[in-house]
């Protein structure tokens, strides 16, 4: 099992950004797909970017590309998520997940292929 730790949202006005972190305490191994999903209410599960820790390749969703920067810092097993320009359709909640051993590839942004995910932190965008 790989806990995740999300940390980072809350309430900003349009155009103000927010760095979202997501720690995996304990878990060493550095060849994963890792990365952010959003869920607005009423609406799926969404992809929002996805790093391969092994190797840096970034995946991103269009509606986000040019505005977020998904990072990582492998000695602290941590994944960030930096988010400007905001707009009020990026408020959702947003979920932290891990795809343990593998490359992101083209199904990155496919929600059932991760297999843990955080509690979630709640990004509102006024």
């Known amino acids: 099992h790989v806990q995740l730790v999300e940390s980072g949202g809350g309430s900003v006005q349009a155009g103000g950004s927010l760095r979202l972190s997501c720690a995996a305490p304990?878990?060493?191994?550095?060849?994963?797909?890792m990365g952010w999903f959003r869920q607005a209410p009423g609406k799926e599960r969404e992809g929002v970017a996805t790093?391969?820790?092994?190797?840096?390749?970034?995946y991103y969703a269009d509606s986000v590309k040019s505005r977020f920067t998904i990072s990582q810092d492998n000695a602290k097993n941590t994944v960030y998520l930096q988010m400007n320009s905001l707009k009020p359709e990026d408020s959702a909640m947003y979920y932290c997940?891990?795809?343990?051993?593998?490359?992101?590839?083209?199904?990155?942004?496919?929600?059932?292929?991760?297999?843990?995910w955080g509690q979630g932190t709640q990004v509102t965008v006024s």
């Open positions: 304990g878990y060493t191994y550095s060849r994963n797909c």
């Open positions: 790093i391969y820790t092994g190797g840096g390749s970034t």
């Open positions: 997940a891990i795809r343990p051993w593998t490359i992101c590839g083209g199904n990155w942004y496919v929600a059932k292929t991760f297999t843990y």
